[in-house]
């Protein structure tokens, strides 16, 4: 039972494959420890319309054998699995909340008003295994493997996870354990609460691909609270879409996750004369990167260039015939971007990425990096953005006499300026960045065009798939495309992208 004087929890969550759970029993079994097994059973409470939920608030009442415990819990501060929230736990009678038994600090956290429309909304029934074990650096920690199903009405949803919580020591120990089990057993950081995964069940809301969500940064923030809160943003999103890039056959879940990761790449250049990421996180890092192009680049021809073709040709039985054989080709390279990634343990290298960020790692550097690590983070961003800008002028106003790689790299440059400007949203209060944003995102998806209708082209033909009436067409489509792309003029919104005034 936590210590309501100090009501404080701080623990690592793991998702676990249901396949791997005898081999972490076997591996649990070598330390000789017995370990302690309860069925649990868990009510949740919130009002009808998940106030609790919605405020970061989880009330719930546990059975464990003979006894009761209520317990409410706060949202407090996650990323990369890891969690440290206020949690007040008290016994209480069969079944039922007592407020009485919750200390003042609990009680403030939920209005009489939403204590008299409280009811339960979702339950969840599981086995737990718990051992108690020492740790790294004299930690000791409670290791608990549940494995089960949360509950809502007539839908329900698997639970299969390790918790591992701090009962004494450094959070460091967790994320020691946490990175070898992952390398042996496709663990994954989870940041979803058993109570947060029980109101969407009862909410009826599917899980989704994640997008990135706007930053929250400060004028007073150091520069290396800024590259920390960046790249955990960013962590965060592919942390998010990776069970989906890895189970589901939903093009979105790539996409988001590839983002996640070009976005973060984005990070680490902004910041790269301040923090620089260690050689065994960039390695892993292009690892990931370049597993999940080919996916998306196929998923692209079949699902939105090809798309867009077809209703230009004659043959549609003929076309239905091509795009099997298409469709084929793409399963494959998703099942080939599958094995890349479980080779390249995912999980690991997120544990292993939130660790460094945890510790501020890159305070190792040099005297001189550690200056730019402690300057201001608003000084910097005008620095970023300017110097970005002044590079998309420059070659904006030779725009007609760029070949097409060189169109290529001024999309990647204003792919690059937006991303900063995105991280730095928050650090200016001026009407201007809102259009700025807009034009960059509008420019990218333009000059993005003839980027795609090149590498559709090149798929096509390295595959041998450009072949026959279906393939032959397709191709002199693009070639077309590619043609009028490459020759257009200068976009408006480019020239209205580098004369606008600058906001920072």
């Known amino acids: 039972m936590t210590d309501t004087s100090s009501p404080l929890e701080i623990e690592l969550k793991l998702a676990l494959p249901v396949k791997q759970v005898p081999a972490f029993l076997r591996l649990m079994a070598r330390r000789r420890i017995p370990p302690v097994k309860q069925k649990l059973h868990t009510l949740y409470f919130d009002t009808a319309e998940f106030e609790l939920s919605r405020q970061g608030v989880a009330l719930r009442i546990r059975r464990a054998g003979r006894r009761w415990l209520q317990t409410l819990k706060t949202e407090g501060v996650r990323s990369g699995g890891l969690s440290t929230r206020e949690e007040y736990e008290t016994p209480t009678q069969r079944g039922a909340l007592d407020w009485s038994r919750f200390p003042e600090a609990a009680q403030a956290r939920v209005s009489d008003d939403l204590r008299a429309r409280l009811g339960v909304r979702f339950e969840t029934r599981f086995q737990r295994t718990a051992w108690q074990i020492a740790g790294a650096g004299r930690a000791r920690i409670e290791v608990a493997l549940d494995v089960g199903e949360v509950r809502a009405d007539d839908r329900f949803q698997p639970v299969c996870e390790i918790e591992l919580e701090l009962l004494s020591g450094s959070a460091d120990a967790l994320f020691t354990l946490a990175q070898a089990w992952a390398l042996q057993l496709d663990l994954l950081p989870l940041d979803l609460s058993k109570a947060e995964r029980g109101v969407r069940l ?3 809301e599917a899980f989704k691909p994640v997008k990135s969500v706007p930053l929250v940064l400060t004028r007073g923030m150091t520069v290396e609270d800024g590259f920390a809160a960046t790249c955990q943003a960013c962590l965060a999103q592919f942390q998010a879409n990776l069970p989906g890039v890895l189970a589901s056959d939903d093009i979105e879940y790539v996409h988001q996750a590839r983002v996640s990761l070009r976005r973060l790449r984005a990070a680490l250049r902004v910041y790269r004369k301040a ?18 192009g080919p996916t998306r680049d196929w998923d692209v021809l079949c699902s939105e260039t090809l798309a867009a073709i077809a209703p230009s040709y004659d043959d549609a039985g003929g076309w239905q015939d091509w795009m099997v054989t298409l469709e084929t080709r793409r399963a494959s390279v998703r099942a080939a971007m599958r094995e890349t990634l479980a080779s390249a343990h995912p999980g690991a290298w997120l544990l292993a990425f939130q660790h460094w960020l945890q510790q501020r790692g890159w305070r190792a550097a040099s005297p001189q990096i550690r200056l730019q690590q402690m300057a201001s983070q608003i000084d910097v961003a005008r620095g970023i953005l300017k110097k970005g800008h002044r590079g998309i002028v420059d070659r904006a106003r030779v725009f007609e006499r760029l070949s097409p790689l060189e169109r ?48 559709a082209a090149a798929l096509l033909a390295d595959s041998g798939l450009d072949e026959g009436r279906a393939g032959g067409f397709a191709q002199g489509w693009l070639a077309a495309k590619i043609a009028d792309l490459t020759g257009s003029a200068s976009p408006e919104s480019l020239q209205e992208f580098t004369s606008l005034r600058a906001y920072w």
């Open 202 to 204: 009862a909410r009826g």
């Open 408 to 455: 290529h790299a001024l999309r990647i440059a204003i792919k690059r300026q937006r991303y900063a400007a995105e991280f730095f949203q928050g650090l200016f209060d001026d009407g201007r960045q809102v259009r700025y944003l807009e034009l960059a995102r509008s420019l990218q998806d333009t000059l993005g065009q003839a980027n795609d209708a090149h590498i």
């Open 275 to 292: 923090c620089v990421l260690p050689q065994e996180l960039l390695d892993g890092l292009r690892v990931l990167v370049t597993a999940l």
